[in-house]
């Protein structure tokens, strides 16, 4: 069997890779052959990971559930078989290649050759840490390049933003408080206020609006490129436009919670207006939420609260 023929990794984003051409002279088949094992074992290790919440306190004594940030999500991964490759053993330590070259202390993923400060100062942490290291430094670590050698490439490529002017989001957000009053008072359709209705009915009302069933459903509250930060700015200038001035009353949030009507309609909402702004304003809402959905991860480890 070809090498050339075994599919390449759908999630690798190794471009510099290309499994499709024929035929590879046999060093590349090499390094493919421990990459694709090193993507195995990667995949391995970002299974079971759950995120926990954080929250941080805001005025007016409301609490805004902060999702935590959003790790890797690698659900689906192609089996190889092994056996085809085993023929390749022998030769294995011939190619030095890859051991000029940094790699990760614990999935041997080879880390890119110029490092983002953000990386280097976790590689230090690591190498530096005294006593026991956790699996969490490991699942961190490991996230870390993940993201950096594919979540970020293919955010960059899809034109998702690196630099977000963060302090004119309140202004723009004002400009959309009638749009969003339309949602409050039930002139207008909202797909988020939708969906919560639908959760609400579906599971109780009661049941709806606890921590664990927020949490379960806020993978997809996230607010795309616009990251964690982004999320925390958003409900702030929503709470100080529409809870504070009272326009957003216990009974126009009803069934929800009025902070919780905030973090699951308002919020995406708003999202998905600054992404609609941000590609022209000549698409749909709907795109714009698919580009939302999109660049949730990215916007995760770009724009994340906890990098400041
Ligand atoms: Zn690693």
Redesign the pocket.
Known sequence: MQLSNIPSNPLSNDSNLPLSSLPLPFSVQKRQTKRIR?NL??NN?FHNKENIQTSSSISNNTQFILPSPKKSKLTEFTKYDFDEFDGLEPLEDELNIDQMKE???????I?PDLMSDKMKLALDRINNKQGKIEESD?ID??H???AELSIVPSGIANKYPLNINFDELPHRIYRFKDDLTEIINGNAYSYYLNLAKQVYQEVGHRKAATPMMLMSRFESLRPGYYGSKGAVLIANTLIGLFINTRILTVVKSYPLQSINYIQEVLVPETAMRLIFEDIGGNSSLETARNIMIASSDFGDYVHNCDNE
């Open positions: 090193q074992r990667k290790n790699t990760c202390p614990f999935c041997d993923e880390l490991r670590f490991c870390t390049h993940f």
